[in-house]
């Protein structure tokens, strides 16, 4: 067993609405900073023990399906790295 | 001017709670999956043009500062990529 970290970012789909991520994008400007666009992101780290990073990969998958993302207004990824 | 988008990861300081972390562990180990730890972190993508990709940098850590991250109980990191 070897121990990684794996990171799984979610991210709303292309056309939901992200109110957070506008209003901070309009907060930012009425401070005065320029921006073309803002997007928010989850971003969850997780510590786990698995035989190879594929399986690593393949069980944070799962959980992401599961549980971290809702496939109907998110996409995520994941990036697995030896600890 | 070029066109950069940079990634701004804020993070709960070492010894700050973070209770949606707990549960969402916990969450994943009643399902049935083992995990070492769990650590959650929000991320904001921007889009912004500036003169040099450190230029792009030294706003957005100005952004970051003042708006993004709460300095009292978080860390930030900032990647610029040239888009």
Do not use: C
């Not at 666009?37 to 990969?57: I, M, N, Q």
């Amino acid at each position: 067993m070897t121990a990684y970290t794996a990171t799984v970012t979610v991210r709303l789909k292309r056309g939901v609405l992200d109110p957070e991520a506008e209003t901070t994008q309009r907060a930012l400007e009425r401070l005065g900073f320029e921006l073309e666009d803002l997007r928010s992101a989850d971003r969850f780290e997780l510590d786990l023990d698995a035989e190879s990073a594929a399986a690593a990969e393949e069980r944070v998958d799962e959980m992401a399906e599961r549980l971290l993302a809702n496939p109907t207004i998110h996409d995520y990824e994941v990036e697995v790295t030896e600890r």
